[in-house]
């Protein structure tokens, strides 16, 4: 049996690049948000960007709780006199992006646009590049959209539970481990990770920073939301990049096999 002829190995985030959570996710941010403030401020599209522009907010229930202690903060109080707590906050998020019943889910998670087809992944595998998923999303979410909606058949993936948030590496070294595993990779191949936040090309940078034997690139997405308007696109854009994109592009499938070999060449 002839040893495949690897090109590089691609490791995709999933919010924002395999589904469109504008409506969903960061939908149940600002309904979290204006409830634990009082109804008094909900937080636009903008306003959550520009927290995860920040590059540490990629846990959205953790983003929810910095935006409602960043709003009484700046009414005069301090963190310490809010009695918010974080489980019950959650709970509040979950209950809107799942449902109500966490058993049968009815929430904006069953409306989620999708962002590629299989017959893309598919692509992929014809031109030898291995592909799996690193996400900040809890495991039942991810594989929600995985294998529910892709129909993929137990792909590789690294979910919330798994590792520590971006822009830890660590979720995105173990992806690219059991993809080596799982098809006998025995080269150190150039990685691509695949993601449409400052975190995702920070996680990236830090991975090239814990196994320099091998080439991270970081390729950015432009989530559905901020392609409305040209100077919210140009000004996302230019975050990504200088975050540490190598390339970004307004739809993931645009990150053809040739695209692929594109950037390793670039790389080395």
């Known amino acids: ?10 490791v995709f985030d999933i919010d924002g690049v395999v589904r469109d959570v504008g409506g969903s996710y960061r939908r149940a941010i600002a309904d979290t948000v204006e409830h634990f403030t009082g109804d008094t401020y909900r937080p636009s599209q ?15 229930w953790e983003a929810s709780q910095e935006l409602v202690y960043r709003y009484f903060e ?40 999708l962002l590629l087809q299989p017959s893309y992944l598919e692509s992929l595998s014809a031109a030898n590049i291995p592909w799996g ?4 999303a809890t495991r039942g979410s991810a594989n929600y959209v995985l294998e529910k909606r892709l129909g993929l058949q137990t792909p590789v993936l690294v979910a919330m539970e798994d590792a520590p948030g971006k822009p830890d590496p660590t979720g995105l070294l173990a992806t690219v481990e059991q993809l080596e595993q799982r098809d006998r990779i025995d080269v150190k191949l150039p990685v691509l990770y695949v993601g449409d936040t400052v975190a995702d090309m920070y996680t990236a940078q830090k991975a090239r920073t814990l196994s320099p034997v091998r080439s991270w690139i970081g390729v950015g997405i432009l989530p559905p939301h901020v392609q409305e308007t040209r100077e919210r696109r140009d000004a996302y854009e230019e975050t990504l990049r200088e975050a540490g994109a190598a390339v970004v592009f307004s739809n993931v499938e645009q990150l053809t096999p040739a695209q692929v070999r594109q950037l390793v060449v670039k790389s080395d």
Not at 46 to 60: A, F, M, P, T, V
Not at 86 to 94: G, S
Request: negative net charge; hydrophobic residues 35%.
């Open 1 to 10: 049996m002839l040893t495949p002829n690897w090109t590089a190995i691609v």
């Open 46 to 60: 903008g306003e959550i960007d520009q927290l995860k522009s920040e590059g540490i907010w990629n846990n959205d």
């Open 74 to 113: 700046a009414q005069g109080q301090t963190r310490t006199q809010l009695a918010l707590d974080y489980d019950t906050l959650v709970a509040f998020f979950q209950s809107r992006y799942r449902g109500p019943n966490p058993e049968h889910w009815t929430g904006y998670i069953c409306t989620e646009p």
């Open 133 to 136: 998923f690193f996400s900040g």
